[in-house]
């Protein structure tokens, strides 16, 4: 093992099969792995984010898995601070913090010297613009974040509602970009660190997304949904995720079960494509294929 690595991240696309090497590896190297999914965060919500089992854990400590609510908020300024806070803890046992995950921006701002500024939310401004969104529809406000501010707007799919109306907040009423009121995209690592990235045949990779979400289900991932469904959690950002707001449509009315599971298979590998985008432009990658063996070259 390389004495000057402190940290190891190791991430890639949806189903691309970091939780199987993230065992492997915690076990050769004494490791512990730090949740590195914003969605795997969430309690009742373990089927449609591939959470790994007890079993699959095999002994290995997991951390930052099940601490919220559905119904809570989460923001990547609080996971930076328990993640950082995380490591410390893990390195003074004299093990190795394995940061395991596919969001990249997490994994990055816990790395990197990430600022993140705090902003003062405009009730006023926010009402406006949600019942703006209910008049004139997604497209017509992303737009409209289009004309303040491209950056944001380019970075952001006009269905996800949240994140228009809080640039659009943040633009026009507090003066300041998305990205600037969001954080300093630091440059500086900040741990002596090493990113190993998940690198498959993007057809392969696709099969792979399929299966799993035909497995999902057939491990009960419709009544996972449907009990969140029942429970009346709506309207919130766990809701969102992918393989769940597709059952809540189905659930409403507005599709068959039959199209909400292909929009889940369609869903699920639009979002490993702008994975692999983000990481291969955002992070310095060591990408390995099938071949677990390729890590030890970096170790």
């Known amino acids: 093992m390389n004495k000057k690595i402190d940290v190891v991240a190791i991430i890639g696309p949806t189903a691309s099969g970091k939780t199987a090497l993230s065992i492997r590896l915690a076990k050769e190297i004494d490791g512990e792995i730090i949740n590195g999914d914003s969605m795997q965060i969430y309690r009742h919500m373990n089927i449609g984010t591939a959470k790994i089992t007890p079993e699959e854990m095999d002994g290995v400590p997991h ?7 559905p119904t809570e908020g989460f923001s990547v ?21 394995i940061l395991v995950g596919g969001t990249g921006l997490y994994v990055q701002s816990v790395l990197y010297d990430f600022q993140f500024a705090k902003q003062e939310v405009n009730e006023e401004a926010r009402e406006a613009y949600y019942k703006e969104l209910e008049l004139l529809g997604p497209e017509a406000m992303h737009e409209k974040l289009t004309q303040i501010d491209p950056a944001a707007a380019a970075e952001i799919h006009p269905n996800n509602t949240r994140r228009v109306i809080r640039a659009l ?12 009121e969001q954080f300093n995209r630091g440059d500086v690592a900040l741990y002596n660190h090493l990113i190993i990235g998940m690198d498959m045949d993007r057809e392969k990779l696709y099969e792979r997304i399929n299966l799993r979400v035909d497995l999902m289900m057939d491990a009960g991932l419709l009544e996972e949904v449907r009990a969140l469904y029942d429970a009346g959690i709506r309207d919130v950002q766990a809701i969102k995720a992918i393989g769940y707001k597709e059952f809540y449509a189905y659930f409403d009315g507005y599709v068959t079960l039959e199209e909400a599971i292909e929009q ?4 699920s590998r639009r979002y490993a494509k702008r994975q692999l985008t983000y990481f291969r432009n955002k992070m310095e990658i060591k990408w390995i294929g099938k071949d677990y063996n390729e890590i030890k070259k970096f170790l």
């Not at 951390?63 to 609510?69: G, T, V």
């Not at 601070?81 to 093990?95: A, D, F, T």
């Not at 026009?172 to 600037?180: C, K, N, P, Q, T």
């Open 264 to 267: 889940v298979k369609q869903n």
């Open 77 to 97: 300024a609080e996971y930076q601070l328990l993640v950082r806070e995380k490591i410390e803890e893990i390195q003074s046992r004299g093990k190795m913090p």
């Open 63 to 69: 951390h930052l898995l099940d601490i919220k609510e």
């Open 169 to 180: 907040e943040m633009a026009e009423f507090a003066g300041v970009s998305r990205a600037e």
